[in-house]
């Protein structure tokens, strides 16, 4: 099945750094979501965007839906340890519509 | 706080062998979603319910999967006979149907197939 582009694959940051990632898709979606799953759990919602040009913050985090409609960011400020673990994109097309997900960016920290 | 509730969480089973999985939803939420996780990768819909119709079961290898949700409120899905390109993590999603629609996802069960 098809899957958005993630960009970076994976990212070693020291505790402290801000963090920035993306996700792209040659379709347009009407709905991005980004999840956080960590190893063995299932994934956990951060950000929903419904607006194209909409950035909307949880935290330290803060997301950003593409004017394209065709994209999605993510961003963490001042990283910490519970961070760790994998970053996944989400578009959907229309309400009650199935997910379609990023290949997923795996954050880790370097003590 | 309101959490999506799958079970069992690990499961081991030889090929060939029928296995199942059970998912209750947040209460109140109409659409349900079963999704499978290969490592490495994102999930991938396998089916969706809304209430207790099939909306999409367009990725549900039919001839050895099937799903339920009888009353519109927990769901199963089984396999049979399980295959060892079936070890996977099945991941349970529910939304309220209505809305923004946002998706929560259970904690889900991770199958080995020997």
């Known amino acids: 099945g098809q899957q958005l582009n993630q960009s970076p694959q994976s990212m070693f940051i020291q505790e402290g750094e801000d963090v920035s990632m993306n996700c792209t898709s040659s379709?347009?979606?009407?709905?991005w979501l980004w999840y956080k799953q960590e190893p063995g759990e299932g994934p956990v919602l951060l950000i929903a965007?419904?607006?194209?040009?909409e950035l909307t913050s949880n935290g330290r985090l803060t997301a950003q839906f593409g004017i394209t409609r065709k994209d999605s960011f993510l961003n963490i400020s001042a990283s910490i340890p519970s961070d760790v673990g994998i970053y996944f994109c989400?578009?959907?097309?229309?309400?009650?519509?199935?997910?379609?997900f990023g290949t997923g960016t795996r954050l880790t920290i370097i003590p | 706080e309101a959490e999506v509730a799958q079970s069992p969480r690990y499961k081991i089973t030889e090929k060939s062998q029928a296995v199942a999985f059970w998912c209750d939803p947040i209460?109140?939420?109409?659409?349900l979603y079963w999704y499978r996780q290969i490592l490495g990768q994102g999930p991938e819909l396998l089916v969706q319910?809304?209430?207790?119709?099939?909306?999409?079961d367009s990725q549900l290898p039919k001839d050895r999967f099937s799903a339920e949700r009888l009353k519109g409120v927990d769901s199963t899905l089984k396999i049979q006979p399980a295959e060892l390109g079936d070890s996977a993590m099945y991941l349970c999603?529910?939304?309220?149907?209505?809305?923004?629609?946002?998706?929560?996802f259970g904690p889900g069960t991770r199958l080995t197939v020997l």
């Open positions: 965007l419904y607006k194209a040009g």
């Open positions: 989400a578009g959907q097309r229309f309400g009650n519509e199935k997910l379609t």
């Open positions: 209460s109140g939420h109409a659409t």
């Open positions: 999603a529910s939304s309220s149907g209505t809305g923004d629609n946002e998706q929560f």
């Open positions: 379709s347009i979606f009407n709905t």
């Open positions: 319910f809304q209430d207790e119709s099939v909306v999409d």
